[in-house]
Antibody, heavy 118, light 109 residues
Framework: QITLKESGPTLVKPTQTLTLTCTFSGFSLTASGVAVGWIRQPPGKALEWLAL???????RYSPSLKNRVTVTKGTSKNQVVLTMTNMNPVDTATYYCAHHHFGDFDYWGQGILVTVSS | QSVLTQPPSASGTPGQRVTISCSGS????????VSWYQQLPGTAPKLLIYSDNLRPSGVPDRFSGSKSGTSASLAISGLQSEDEADYYCATWDDSLNGLFGGGTKLTVL
């Protein structure tokens, strides 16, 4: 059974750096073709694709956020970390991590609402 | 503003068939498979359709997907009240970056 869960701060101040951790179980990020992605959703708005890290450490980033977002494998084999710099109130959103296989996000975490406010 | 264009809303009565469109370009939908996600209120999205027209295990066959050129569609037949949700199309661009549509809110009247 594949599960994922996002963790991190729920409130950050403008200009701060956000660090979120995705802790997963039921699969290995060393298996060929597997990836973990990050998607966010501002309140009442659409999904936005942020980043993806593959089993072989290849990474993809949204062009609009490429300069601010970094995704890495965590120190634990079952974790992936998203870092986003220079947070702004418009970055207030629910952040999801998801299991990605053969091009699709087939398992999602519950999401974590991050509010950017002073 | 999303690169993939969906109507902001759609509606139908129970039992009806509704379709939701997703329009893109040759560099995304035209050259990559399309997925559809269903997001019930207050929950995480759920994969509904992948590879243009395939259903994951457990998804009712009332849901179907199709693609032609640079556009894709999601059809829901035998509409039920529990289908009331937001629906998103998704695909990739030529740089293998992911794209989501702007979402369509489906109301069951």
């Amino acid at each position: 059974q594949i599960t994922l869960k996002e963790s991190g701060p729920t409130l950050v101040k403008p200009t701060q750096t956000l660090t979120l951790t995705c802790t997963f179980s039921g699969f290995s990020l060393t298996a060929s073709g597997v990836a973990v992605g990050w998607i966010r959703q501002p309140p009442g708005k659409a999904l936005e694709w942020l980043a993806l890290i593959y089993w072989d450490d290849d990474k993809r980033y949204s062009p609009s956020l490429k300069n601010r977002v970094t995704v890495t494998k965590g120190t634990s084999k079952n974790q992936v970390v998203l870092t986003m710099t220079n947070m702004n109130p418009v970055d207030t959103a629910t952040y999801y991590c998801a299991h990605h296989h053969f091009g699709d996000f087939d398992y999602w975490g519950q999401g974590i609402l991050v509010t950017v406010s002073s | 503003q999303s690169v993939l264009t969906q109507p902001p809303s759609a509606s139908g009565t129970p039992g009806q068939r509704v379709t939701i469109s997703c329009s893109g370009s040759s560099s995304n939908i035209g050259s990559n498979p399309v997925s559809w996600y269903q997001q019930l209120p207050g929950t995480a999205p759920k994969l509904l359709i992948y590879s243009d027209n395939l259903r994951p295990s457990g998804v009712p066959d009332r849901f179907s997907g199709s693609k032609s050129g640079t556009s894709a569609s999601l059809a829901i037949s035998g509409l039920q009240s529990e289908d009331e949700a937001d629906y998103y199309c998704a695909t990739w661009d030529d740089s293998l970056n992911g794209l989501f549509g702007g979402g369509t809110k489906l109301t069951v009247l």
